[in-house]
């Protein structure tokens, strides 16, 4: 074999690697237009959350610049896509007053919702002597008095989208529940054992992913 006769293999061995790349990007290419176009033809639209209802165990901020609460929330959330499935994971669910978190982390359970589908949770959230801001917990007791605390129920954690056998990557979801806690006479809300009264809210709340 002569040196020309190797250079021309060696070139011809370096034309079949572009080849076989350039047909490599043009079929993931395909791919990825394909999925965008599905994509953008189911037009996926994000979950709706409700928060239902509020039961109060425990209140108690006499206690200067420290809270401990104890609630039960329901939550339920309906996914509006026909032909989407939503898979939830890692969520948490916690309660806030004026951005500042009051209670620990309450985690949800992972869980698949199909097509138009609701799901419903119930957990207690709750948190010990937790630190609040001095002014804060000036404010706290004084709504506290006034007969009204307005809290915030937020959810946060990562979902999934599914499209027949295709499941897309983690996208982030935050929910944010507004809930008014009325205090003082048990007639505005309803009795539950000896101590807790629960609320009936049925307030929306908002989602982004």
């Not at 609460?69 to 309906?78: D, I």
């Not at 919702?113 to 706290?140: K, T």
């Amino acid at each position: 074999m002569t040196a020309k006769d190797c250079g021309n293999h060696g070139k011809g061995r370096r034309q079949l690697i572009r080849r076989l790349f350039g047909c490599l990007l043009v079929f993931l290419l395909i791919v990825l237009i394909t999925i965008l176009i599905i994509w953008a033809i189911l037009r996926p639209t994000k979950p709706r959350f409700i928060l239902q209802d509020t039961t109060v165990y425990a209140f108690n901020a006499s206690t200067p610049n420290f809270l401990t609460s104890n609630f039960q929330v329901t939550v339920s959330t309906r996914n509006p896509n026909d032909r989407i499935g939503i898979y939830y994971d890692r969520l948490v669910i916690y309660a806030t007053y004026r951005n500042q978190q009051t209670t620990l982390r309450t985690a949800l359970p992972p869980t698949y919702q199909g097509h138009n589908e609701i799901n419903v949770w119930s957990p207690f959230i709750y948190g010990n002597m937790v630190p609040i801001a001095p002014d804060f917990s000036v404010a706290l007791k004084s709504e506290q008095a006034a007969g009204t605390i307005f809290m915030v129920i937020k959810i946060d954690g990562r979902v999934r989208w599914k499209v027949g056998t295709f499941v897309s990557g983690r996208y982030h979801l935050n929910v944010r529940c507004p809930a008014y806690i009325t205090f003082g006479s048990k007639n505005n809300g309803v009795s539950v054992g000896e101590n807790a009264v629960k609320y009936q809210l049925v307030t929306r709340c908002s989602v982004s992913v």
